[in-house]
């Protein structure tokens, strides 16, 4: 059973940082895609940063850049989302996923998902 468990949300000051993990277990290897995506209320989930741990290539959101890195351990089949520079606008439930492959970053693509965690941002 495959399941993908964040932690690490939190509420902070703008400016603050947090860490957001989300440990895989029971995810087959070909699951070399992950990413976090976040989603505010009435708005649509979107996917702030993306890795291909087979390759170590990265994508982020034009509105992360310079503030969020994704990274992931093998090791441990965890993944991370550091989050600096943290604005009111990041506040959102944020979601890791995993997918077999990624053409677009839409959320449909991702087929794992796990429960969230929560991040809110106030000034």
């Known amino acids: 059973q495959v399941q993908l468990v964040e932690s690490g949300g939190g509420s902070v000051q703008v400016g603050g940082s947090l860490r957001l993990v989300c440990a895989a277990s029971?995810?087959?290897?070909?699951?070399?895609?992950m990413g976090w995506f976040r989603q505010a209320p009435g708005k649509e989930r979107e996917r702030v940063a993306g890795i291909d741990t087979g390759v170590d290539s990265t994508y982020y959101a034009d509105s992360v850049k310079g503030r969020f890195t994704i990274s992931h351990d093998n090791a441990k089949n965890t993944l991370y989302l550091q989050m600096n520079s943290l604005k009111p606008e990041d506040t959102a439930m944020y979601y890791c996923?995993?997918?077999?492959?990624?053409?677009?970053?839409?959320?449909?693509?991702?087929?794992?998902w796990g429960q969230g965690t929560q991040v809110t941002v106030s000034s």
């Open positions: 029971g995810l087959p290897s070909s699951f070399h895609c």
């Open positions: 996923a995993a997918a077999l492959w990624v053409v677009r970053g839409e959320a449909t693509e991702y087929k794992y």
